[in-house]
């Protein structure tokens, strides 16, 4: 289709694909890095952005009759005001089958694991060092992405699933480690945030605002 999430399930490795090449370009640098130099490494992942491509070994994680398509009220869209809405849903998806919906959410789900595997390299290998007591690791997304709520496919909406983003700080000693903060937080605190964990002076027009005391 022209129109549409379009995914691939790939019979090769985790390291055929970018993300794969990626970590592994990452951890040689950890591993090869001078170790009485502090560090600053940022890796960046393509999934799940489109086109939607991952090993088959990740799809077999979400079977196509297991996919349940998202709840659709009557008239869910009498009571939403246009600027909430992006009007640029993909004609493909409008009149696509549940079936080939399905589909298209399993493949998303599919590259989701596939990049969290990465990330899980990317992890192991900081214990493998032993540097995880040491670094500061910060998980961040660019935006949210719709699935077929209120009928919405992508992104550019005003609704949960397009505006917020997954956002985890790992701090060494932090009381809060590995707990939720209900906090309201954006992305522009992160740079203040990782100034204050390592001592260096935030510059004064940032607008964003430390998240060290949430931590």
Not at 8 to 26: I, N, Q, R
Not at 52 to 76: G, M, N, R
Not at 197 to 209: D, R, W
Request: aromatic content about 8%; charged content about 25%.
């Amino acid at each position: 289709p022209k129109q549409g999430l379009k995914w691939t399930e790939t019979t090769g490795g985790d390291d055929d694909l970018v993300d794969g090449k990626f970590a592994s370009t990452a951890i040689r640098w950890l591993e090869q890095r001078d170790p009485e130099k502090p560090f600053f490494l940022a890796v960046g992942f393509h999934r799940p952005h489109l086109p939607l491509v991952a090993p088959s070994k990740y799809f077999d994680l979400y079977p196509l009759d297991k996919i349940k398509l998202p709840h659709e009220p009557v008239d869910d869209e009498v009571d939403i005001p246009l600027p909430a809405r992006n009007g640029a849903v993909p004609g493909y998806l409008l009149t696509a089958t549940p079936e080939q919906r399905r589909a298209a959410i399993r493949g998303y789900l599919a590259t989701v694991s596939y990049m969290d595997a990465q990330t899980g390299r990317l992890l192991d290998a900081l214990a493998r060092l032993k540097l995880t007591e040491s670094t500061i690791v910060v998980f961040a997304s660019d935006h949210g992405w719709h699935l077929g709520e209120h009928k919405l496919w992508h992104k550019r909406s005003l609704f949960e699933e397009s505006a917020k983003v997954p956002l985890i700080v790992y701090a060494p000693g932090a009381k809060g480690n590995g707990q939720p903060c209900k906090s309201l937080v954006e992305l522009l605190d992160v740079f203040p945030t990782v100034c204050e964990l390592t001592g260096v002076p935030a510059p004064q027009h940032l607008q964003g605002k430390s998240l060290v005391p949430l931590l």
